[in-house]
């Protein structure tokens, strides 16, 4: 299998986990509203994110290249998120995620810009509990209409209380 096939099938799976994401979100809302269905959403994605945080522990509080391979590039040196480092320095690094199967899959599925900013919303409890759990700030500005790409995350050394 060549890159570009493998780069596709992670793609793709993506998008699945996206369909499966919105349909869970959908049946939550018909059971017990769309406020208890993003409550529901963003507590499983922020378990999942604290998860995936203490593997980047080692990293905190100011390995921000590290960051940059093992965060913003994931999975695939930022090939399947077109992933725009911005800023890399010993300070920070921000980076705009130009692509976004999640949010593809949203948009194929016939979402409106709400209800995909309403998801996208629910999955950032993963990048925030992913972020804090490593030991650092961060800024994440969530895709909204007529901005470009997708999220964009600046990741800074949190101060030692």
């Avoid at 972020?131 to 790409?149: H, I, M, Q, R, V």
Wanted: charged letters at 25%; hydrophobic letters at 35%; glycine letters at 6%.
């Amino acid at each position: 299998m060549n890159q570009n096939q493998s780069n596709s099938l992670l793609s793709n799976a993506i998008k699945e986990r996206g369909r499966i994401y919105l349909e869970v979100f959908r049946e939550l809302s018909k059971r017990y509203g769309a406020a208890e269905a993003v409550s529901v959403m963003r507590s499983a994605s922020h378990a999942h994110g604290t998860a995936v945080g203490k593997a980047l522990a080692h990293l905190g509080p100011r390995d921000f290249a590290g960051m940059a391979e093992c965060f913003a590039k994931t999975p695939d040196d930022g090939v399947t998120y077109s992933t725009d480092i911005r800023q890399l320095n010993d300070t920070c690094v921000e980076f705009q995620n130009m692509t976004c199967p999640l949010k593809d899959a949203w948009i194929e599925a016939g979402c409106s810009d709400e209800e995909v900013c309403t998801l996208l919303y629910c999955a950032s409890a993963w990048d925030q509990a992913a972020l804090d759990t490593a030991g650092f700030n961060y800024e994440l500005e969530l895709w909204s209409p007529g901005k470009e790409g997708c999220c964009r995350t600046k990741i800074t050394e949190k101060p030692v209380s």
